[in-house]
Structure formats: structure tokens, C-alpha cells
């Protein structure tokens, strides 16, 4: 099934781990990008990425990088983890970043670090 | 700064009743705004989009409204159904593209 496909679904992480979230999407979207999710607050951007070896800091980039050597992958890392990371992390694609063809979204990663 | 807020925050009402959620906004200037749905524990789904000239627009029992004069938007669901319990997501598109997020109406339908 075409769309975003982000891995793995849950994560539990000690405090200083590091670890990488997998995104990738085969609707050879050029925009792709990282939000997390945390209750009480709208989605905030994390890092973004206009096209393979492109890529920008959103809104809260502090703690994460970024690559995207494919059109069809972004993967997001975290370097060290801290609690305050603790959140849900949707991965979103779409044709450009004008907001008028909408995004995909991924269904997400729970992340908790401990 | 660019805010969407979002009210009410929670709400429940009994399947086939209607309901409006409001978005209220200061983004300025916007090129669209979308409403979203988010299941639990899944992504946002894109249900309409309104640019910034357009008042209203429909997706099946879905009606998104625009006033730009008051800075606010509704989405009126109308006949509802226990698939609509999700959370309901209000996002402008402005200045160079940036996306604000409003923090969502979380809708329970019960029997």
C-alpha cells in the first residue's frame, strides 16, 4: 500500500541511547519532514527536507539530526536521548511544502525515554 | 506570533447528533487551512482544505466553513457516527509556508 511508513511503532530508550526513527514513503514525494506530538500542544516541526540532500531545522531541531540520501527515506536521529524526548513522532511527506496537496502522515512512533 | 486555537478541547454527543468544532486563528497571512482527523494512535488524515478566498467546503458529512473577517473556522459533522470519535486538527499554511498546528478537538460518539 502506497504511503509513509515509519518504524517501529514503539520504543523505550535510557537516557543517553541513541537510536534512529525510520521513515520512508514510495509516492516519490520531494518534502518530507519530522513533527512530534505532545499532549496539550499542536504538532511542532522537528526537521524537514525539500528534496534527497536537502534538509533544514524546523521548529525544535535541538537533539535530532537528519539525513536524506533518497528521495524515499528520512530517517530521524536521536543522538542522546533524554526524557524530555519523551513523546509521539509522526514522519509526513507530500508533492511540495505549500500545504496545498496536504501531507501523508505516518502513523507514528511512540518514544519513551526513561 | 501565529497561533490556531482550538475549542472545544473534548467532546461527546450521541451517534447521529450533529457538532461544530471552532479554530479560531491570528496566522496571517495563510494560504489554507486544513482540517485533519487523528484517529488513535494513528496519522492525521487530510479531510478539507479552504484557500483563503474560499468560505466553504464539503467532504461527504464534513462541512469546513472560513470566516476571514473573524479569524475563525468550524467543521460541522453532521449525522455522526461512532467511526468519527478521533481528534480533529485545525492547520494554517502561512508565510513561507509554515504550518501551525492547532492543539485539536478530541470527539467521542457514543450509543
Known amino acids: 500500500n502506497a504511503g509513509v511508513t515509519q518504524t517501529p511503532k514503539f520504543q523505550v530508550l535510557k537516557t543517553g541511547q541513541s537510536m534512529t526513527l525510520q521513515c520512508a514513503q514510495d509516492m516519490n514525494h520531494e518534502y518530507m519532514s519530522w513533527y512530534r506530538q505532545d499532549p496539550g500542544m499542536g504538532l511542532r516541526l522537528i526537521h524537514y527536507s525539500v528534496g534527497a540532500g536537502i534538509t533544514d531545522q524546523g521548529e525544535v531541531p535541538n537533539g535530532y539530526n537528519v539525513s536524506r540520501s533518497t528521495t524515499e527515506d528520512f530517517p530521524l536521529r536521536l543522538l542522546s536521548a533524554a526524557p524530555s524526548q519523551t513523546s509521539v513522532y509522526f514522519c509526513?511527506?507530500?508533492?511540495?511544502?505549500?500545504?496545498?496537496?496536504?501531507?501523508?502522515f505516518g502513523s507514528g512512533t511512540r518514544l519513551t525515554v526513561v | 506570533k501565529n497561533q490556531v486555537e482550538q475549542s472545544p478541547q473534548s467532546l461527546i454527543i450521541l451517534e447521529g447528533k450533529n457538532c461544530t468544532l471552532q479554530?479560531?486563528?491570528?496566522?496571517?497571512?495563510?494560504?489554507?487551512l486544513r482540517w485533519y482527523k487523528q484517529d488513535t494512535g494513528r496519522g492525521p488524515v487530510s479531510l478539507t482544505i479552504?484557500?483563503?478566498?474560499?468560505n466553504t467546503k464539503s467532504n461527504g458529512r464534513y462541512t469546513a466553513t472560513l470566516d476571514a473577517d473573524t479569524k475563525q473556522s468550524s467543521l460541522h459533522i453532521t449525522a455522526s457516527q461512532l467511526s468519527d470519535s478521533a481528534s480533529y486538527i485545525c492547520?494554517?499554511?502561512?508565510?513561507?509556508?509554515?504550518?501551525?498546528f492547532g492543539t485539536g478537538t478530541r470527539l467521542q460518539v457514543t450509543l
Open positions: 479552504m484557500t483563503f478566498s474560499e
Open positions: 509526513a511527506s507530500s508533492y511540495s511544502n505549500t500545504g496545498f496537496y496536504g501531507y501523508t
Open positions: 492547520v494554517m499554511t502561512g508565510t513561507a509556508s509554515k504550518l501551525t
Open positions: 479554530c479560531n486563528y491570528t496566522v496571517s497571512p495563510f494560504s489554507n
